[in-house]
């Protein structure tokens, strides 16, 4: 089990942790999934640019 999962049953640790309730976050995660995935394609971990172009991501992993 991830530990979004474990936040994700435990509604008033999963609110303390993201100020969100899990119907807000859940909302919300597939607009920052999309501008992170795109941030990176040509950045690296470390927010330098990627050094050998952009990286094309050809699978994502779901988060449930």
Do not use: C
Not at 38 to 45: G, N, P, S
Request: glycine fraction near 6%; proline fraction near 8%.
């Amino acid at each position: 089990m991830s530990q979004y999962q474990e936040y994700a049953e435990k509604p008033g640790e999963f609110l303390a942790l993201t100020g969100y309730t899990r119907q807000e976050f859940d909302a919300l995660l597939p607009h920052f999934r999309h501008h992170y995935y795109e941030w990176m394609k040509i950045h690296r971990l470390d927010g330098k640019p990627a050094a050998n172009g952009p990286i094309v991501i050809t699978r994502t992993v779901p988060y449930r």
